[in-house]
């Protein structure tokens, strides 16, 4: 039992380790582009060429069923920002096609240690913002996200609590009517969207763009963050569906009926509500050359946002199953109940080191019981090893003979009965802990809590690895002290192989996030402390019924 209960535990690493090195291999960075060259471009196609930039299907036009007023013109004369500031984000938009051009998190740095920025720096490059507009007529699109709208206000101060309505108004002679409203509320990533526009004096709906893709990660963070990607997730009939960036390879993908669609990645989103029984959203790519792809998110009928962080209680708050965003993985409900539990303790001891420990030590006293039944079980199998090998050595063709193999193991169950030993009871406790580790791993990868959180010294990051590998090599010791003193009915074979466990468990580790190590070499230092105190407390029972025989 034991040598497949290590055979299990060798393989469940070697598929996370390659899970990392194979499936989340970051594509090598592109090169910049040539600004100068893609300002001139912009979105423009040659004769004979195709369109660079996919359009979704064209909405319906709802045919006018009385005379329209003619509408007044309503432009700006000159291009202003407007910037909105909570306590929580600050961001601009531009009256110049009501598009946002920064959208900067204040509780969240980048790798400079400055507000961190979810707006692609490449919008200025292409020429194309989040909340520009797009429709079936790309003259039109020309117009109304270039056009000077002019603005409700120019500077909104919002205290948390506090509501405030941005709007934006364009209108010509030619029939066109665009207004945007955004209505903010402070301490709050989760707004309000209204969007109506006329073309030729008709309602159509546009589709909301957001891109060229989301902040702007450098290659250094990209190499060093564990299972790093983005692209698009949908939720739609109770169900996410996702597709990332590099392993797109189409123009255009469509979704019908959608509840949300949001542009992630393993810490951020922008998020859009929309209308689940008319709406529909893409994920485009546009290419501009060989190298380089830029990749949008566009959706319709729009009707609140939430930009910032992928926050377990913030996307809770905003409701709409925004939860679902966050990807726990296959022991989603043992992840969610570690992070919640993790930001308990971390509200009263500010550090998530120290909560991750608190935490490991919380959860070995819970199983304490049933790791004090398997170590006496273990324990008894080795006081019942003489006997064993001597049923062993009656049925020496046991591996080539059926018939001798079932009787063996049928006399080796009897003992164990006659013993009241349970032979899987020894396994139990690391069956147990590999979905909790499972759990740990999850959080640490996709959690923005412990993004940039130091713990002590040199781990300034609980979310990478270690840059001195020091704490893996420490979690390779302790794993050694504690096989060594854990009682094991294995034959010695079988515990050499288990003493091998220690460095290829180590070498695992060594690209694992510190927070993971930190959780592994917490239990290994408490497994020390309580297989002591057991191998204590046996040794205290064997000296009492020897006396107790003695008397006899």
């Given at each position: 039992?034991?040598?497949?209960?290590?055979?299990a535990?060798?393989?469940?690493f070697?598929?996370?380790?390659?899970f990392?090195?194979?499936?989340?291999?970051?594509?090598?960075?592109?090169?910049?582009?040539?600004?100068?060259?893609?300002?001139?471009?912009?979105?423009e196609?040659?004769p004979?060429?195709?369109?660079?930039f996919?359009?979704?299907?064209?909405?319906?036009?709802k045919?006018a069923t009385?005379?329209?007023?003619?509408?007044?013109?309503?432009?700006?004369?000159?291009?202003?920002?407007?910037?909105?500031?909570?306590?929580?984000?600050?961001?601009?938009w531009?009256?110049?096609?009501?598009?946002l051009?920064?959208?900067?998190?204040k509780?969240?740095?980048?790798?400079?240690q400055?507000?961190l920025?979810?707006?692609?720096?490449?919008?200025?490059?292409?020429?194309?913002?989040?909340f520009?507009?797009?429709?079936?007529d790309?003259?039109?699109?020309?117009?109304?996200n270039?056009?000077?709208?002019e603005?409700?206000?120019l500077?909104i101060?919002?205290?948390?609590?506090?509501?405030?309505?941005?709007r934006?108004?364009?209108a010509d002679?030619a029939?066109?009517?665009?207004?945007?409203?955004?209505?903010?509320?402070?301490?709050?990533y989760?707004f309000?969207?209204?969007?109506?526009?006329?073309?030729?004096?008709?309602?159509?709906?546009?589709?909301l763009?957001w891109?060229?893709?989301l902040?702007?990660?450098?290659?250094?963070?990209?190499?060093?963050?564990?299972?790093?990607?983005?692209?698009?997730?949908?939720?739609?009939?109770?169900?996410?569906?996702?597709?990332?960036?590099?392993?797109?390879?189409?123009?255009?993908?469509?979704?019908?009926?959608v509840?949300?669609?949001?542009?992630e990645?393993?810490?951020?989103?922008?998020?859009f509500l929309?209308?689940?029984?008319?709406?529909s959203?893409?994920?485009?790519?546009?290419e501009?050359?060989?190298q380089?792809?830029?990749?949008?998110?566009?959706?319709?009928?729009?009707?609140?946002?939430?930009?910032g962080?992928?926050?377990?209680?913030?996307?809770?708050?905003?409701?709409?199953?925004?939860k679902?965003?966050?990807?726990?993985?296959?022991?989603?409900?043992?992840?969610?109940?570690?992070?919640?539990?993790?930001?308990?303790?971390?509200?009263?001891?500010?550090?998530?080191?120290?909560?991750?420990?608190?935490v490991?030590?919380?959860?070995?006293?819970l199983?304490?019981?049933?790791?004090?039944?398997?170590?006496?079980?273990?324990?008894?199998?080795?006081?019942l090893?003489?006997?064993?090998?001597?049923?062993?050595?009656r049925?020496?063709?046991?591996?080539?003979?059926?018939d001798?193999?079932?009787?063996?193991?049928?006399?080796?169950?009897?003992?164990?009965?006659?013993?009241?030993?349970n032979?899987?009871?020894?396994?139990?406790?690391m069956?147990?802990?590999?979905?909790?580790?499972?759990?740990?791993?999850?959080?640490?990868?996709?959690?923005?809590?412990?993004?940039?959180?130091?713990?002590?010294?040199w781990?300034?990051?609980?979310?990478?690895k270690d840059?001195?590998?020091?704490?893996?090599?420490l979690m390779?010791?302790?794993?050694?002290?504690?096989?060594?003193?854990?009682?094991t009915?294995?034959?010695?074979?079988?515990?050499?192989?288990?003493?091998?466990?220690?460095?290829?468990?180590?070498?695992?580790?060594?690209?694992?996030?510190?927070g993971l190590?930190?959780?592994?070499?917490?239990?290994n230092?408490?497994q020390?402390?309580?297989?002591?105190?057991?191998n204590?407390?046996?040794?205290?029972?064997?000296?009492?019924?020897?006396?107790?025989?003695?008397?006899?």
């Open positions: 039992m034991e040598k497949r209960l290590l055979l535990i060798v393989l469940s070697i598929v996370l380790f390659l990392q090195a194979i499936f989340l291999k970051q594509a090598p960075p592109k090169a910049p582009p040539d600004r100068t060259t893609l300002a001139e471009k912009g979105f196609k040659k004979g060429q195709k369109e660079s996919p359009r979704p299907e064209p909405p319906q036009q045919e009385k005379k329209e007023k003619p509408i007044q013109p309503v432009r700006a004369e000159q291009e202003k920002n407007i910037v909105i500031n909570t306590s929580l984000y600050q961001a601009v531009s009256n110049k096609g009501a598009v051009k920064s959208w900067k998190l509780e969240h740095k980048d790798e400079n400055e507000d920025e979810l707006v692609s720096l490449h919008s200025i490059d292409i020429g194309r913002f989040p520009s507009l797009i429709t079936e790309p003259q039109f699109d020309n117009v109304i270039n056009s000077l709208y603005p409700s206000n500077k101060e919002l205290e948390d609590g506090q509501q405030a309505e941005l934006f108004l364009y002679e029939g066109t009517k665009v207004e945007k409203a955004f209505i903010f509320l402070g301490g709050k989760g309000d969207i209204k969007i109506n526009v006329l073309k030729n004096s008709q309602k159509i709906e546009p589709y763009l891109g060229p893709g902040r702007n990660p450098t290659p250094a963070e990209l190499k060093q963050r564990f299972g790093s990607s983005k692209g698009v997730a949908i939720f739609s009939a109770d169900r996410v569906e996702r597709q990332e960036e590099k392993k797109f390879n189409l123009e255009r993908s469509a979704f019908n009926f509840n949300w669609a949001a542009y990645d393993n810490y951020f989103t922008a998020l929309a209308s689940p029984q008319k709406s959203a893409a994920f485009i790519k546009q501009m050359n060989e380089l792809s830029y990749f949008f998110l566009s959706v319709n009928y729009p009707q609140r946002a939430f930009i962080p992928k926050d377990v209680d913030a996307l809770s708050e905003f409701g709409y199953n925004a679902k965003l966050i990807k726990f993985g296959f022991f989603g409900w043992i992840a969610e109940i570690l992070l919640r539990a993790m930001k308990f303790c971390y509200a009263f001891i500010p550090n998530w080191g120290l909560s991750i420990i608190i490991t030590f919380i959860i070995k006293i199983f304490f019981p049933l790791t004090y039944s398997s170590t006496r079980s273990m324990a008894r199998m080795q006081e090893q003489p006997k064993i090998k001597a049923i062993r050595a049925y020496k063709k046991a591996k080539q003979d059926i001798q193999r079932r009787k063996m193991n049928e006399e080796t169950m009897k003992l164990y009965k006659e013993h009241g030993i032979p899987v009871g020894g396994c139990l406790p069956l147990i802990q590999l979905p909790i580790f499972w759990g740990f791993f999850q959080i640490l990868r996709t959690s923005v809590e412990f993004r940039h959180s130091p713990f002590i010294l781990i300034n990051d609980l979310s990478v840059p001195y590998y020091v704490t893996p090599i390779g010791i302790t794993m050694f002290i504690s096989q060594k003193m854990t009682p009915g294995a034959d010695p074979t079988q515990q050499k192989m288990m003493l091998i466990m220690p460095v290829v468990m180590t070498i695992f580790f060594m690209n694992f996030q510190s190590v930190l959780y592994w070499l917490t239990v230092v408490l020390i402390g309580q297989q002591y105190i057991m204590r407390m046996r040794k205290k029972k064997k000296r009492e019924l020897h006396g107790k025989r003695r008397k006899k």
